[in-house]
């Protein structure tokens, strides 16, 4: 599975109706709600904002809508062509401007279909996607004096995300690759005298 690193976004027009279609960054399902909300604001003179979303490491929970367009030309095209990526924690939103031609279920699903194409082979060219690789979470505290070593320590991992906060003590979190997360936590043992405990 690939996931998306950053926004991509490109724009199409087909017999003067103009599709702007977005490629989101998006995790959870409360996550794509709020990006469509969103989107439905920013877009407010559109005449439809129609979304499709994979989410899961699997790419097991997905969802769409055509957003007033007749049923299947929409949304559906739009999930089909983002399943068939094999991308997943991405959500789609392809906005359309009425250009006053009535397209046909037919013209709307290649339309749809082809701005989510286009979208998803922008995203692979400017390398958007990229593997995905499973991630957990750390958090540790720590005194300043160890915090030094500590963080020489993170050049030797993938470490990404990465937070501190300086109160009396040194509070750090952060992702690490899953297949590293054994020896991290060994590694930091080892500079601590077991001083510091992963959360």
């Avoid at 599975?1 to 399902?29: D, H, W, Y």
């Avoid at 991992?157 to 590293?180: C, H, M, P, T, W």
Wanted: with cysteine; glycine share 10%.
């Amino acid at each position: 599975m690939k996931i998306l690193t950053k926004k991509v976004q490109i724009e199409t027009n087909v017999k003067g109706s103009r599709f702007f279609a977005e490629a989101i960054p998006c995790q959870k399902q409360e996550e794509a709600r709020a990006i469509l909300k969103a989107q439905k604001e920013k877009y407010a003179d559109a005449t439809h904002v129609v979304h499709a979303f994979v989410l899961g490491k699997a790419g097991e929970v997905m969802g769409m809508s055509d957003d007033g367009e007749p049923g299947g030309t929409a949304g559906r095209p739009v999930l089909d062509v983002l399943k068939g990526s094999g991308a997943t924690d991405i959500m789609l939103t392809v906005t359309r401007w009425f250009g006053g031609t009535l397209l046909g279920t037919g013209g709307l699903v290649k339309a749809y279909g082809g701005a989510a194409k286009e979208l998803l082979s922008q995203c692979q060219e400017s390398g958007a996607l990229e593997e995905y690789v499973p991630k957990k979470e750390f958090s540790f505290e720590c005194d300043y004096a160890l915090y030094k070593s500590v963080k020489r320590a993170f050049d030797e991992f993938s470490i990404d995300g990465l937070e501190e906060n300086y109160s009396d003590k040194v509070l750090a979190n952060g992702r690490i690759v899953e297949a590293q997360y054994a020896a991290f936590c060994e590694r930091l043992k080892n500079i601590s005298a077991g001083a510091i405990r992963l959360a």
